[in-house]
């Protein structure tokens, strides 16, 4: 596509409950990438995607959090048994690495606003 | 993790006026980047300079590089009110792919 689309765009659930966050990277970018906004903050790293595999999990904060890609193309994050402390904007971004390590260029999708009550 | 930092946290400034950013950071870095932050919106890559560049320009923004102090900074000149957003820096330790990013500085251009 001509964008990175994530969806839901805004998603409001109860404490407890599962929830999963689509992205749709730029087509033929071949890392992508999951970060976290709380209100006000910065970006928090979660993941990262390297085709289909997941070289770096570092950053997800619980087991409660999980993600995968097929395809080399769309990724879901899932995040269960939510807590109150999961509300926030989850980023995703693509970029084609054409400039190799030197130089990732990231392209972010509008974000999922997600609302554990 | 966290590596840069953004200095004000906060800015506002007349339109017309020039606006100025830092960002420091704590390892080494292959490149420094700078992105924009509409409110309620997805991040925008504005410039790039690599570890070896000390300069740079595009259009109405300066980037400047000094890897001896681990800083950089972002200067808007002829600010206008649609350039009031938050502005965060980002960089890449040698190894890795993913970017860190700092917390950002929120610029308010008022008309």
């Known amino acids: 596509g001509a964008g990175v689309s994530q969806s839901p765009s805004n998603k409001v659930t109860e404490k407890g409950k599962d929830v999963e966050l689509r992205c749709d990277p730029i087509?033929?970018?071949?890392?992508l990438y999951w970060y976290r906004q709380r209100l006000g903050q910065g970006l928090e790293f979660l993941i990262y995607?390297?085709?289909?595999?997941?070289?770096?999990k570092s950053g997800l904060p619980s087991d409660r959090f999980s993600a995968e890609r097929t395809g080399e193309s769309v990724s879901t994050l899932t995040i269960q048994r939510t807590q109150q402390e999961d509300s926030a904007v989850y980023l995703c971004?693509?970029?084609?690495?054409?400039?190799?390590?030197?130089?990732?260029?990231?392209?972010f999708g509008a974000g999922s606003r997600l609302t554990v009550l | 993790s966290q590596q840069g930092e953004e200095d004000p946290q906060a800015l506002s400034i007349q339109e017309g006026e020039n606006a100025t950013m830092n960002c420091s950071y704590k390892?080494?870095?292959?490149?420094l980047q700078w992105y924009r932050q509409n409110s309620g919106r997805g991040l925008v890559h504005l410039i790039l300079?690599?570890?070896?560049?000390r300069e740079k320009h595009s259009g109405r923004l300066r980037v400047t590089l000094d890897t001896s102090k681990k800083s950089s900074s972002l200067l808007i000149t002829a600010s206008r009110a649609a350039d009031t957003a938050s502005y965060f820096c980002?960089?890449?330790?040698?190894?890795?792919?993913?970017?860190?990013f700092g917390k950002g500085t929120s610029l308010l251009v008022t008309p």
């Open positions: 390892t080494s870095i292959n490149n």
């Open positions: 995607f390297q085709g289909n595999s997941a070289p770096d």
């Open positions: 980002a960089t890449d330790e040698n190894s890795g792919y993913a970017l860190n």
């Open positions: 971004a693509s970029s084609s690495l054409d400039r190799g390590p030197g130089a990732n260029v990231l392209t």
């Open positions: 300079i690599r570890s070896n560049e």
């Open positions: 087509s033929g970018h071949t890392a």
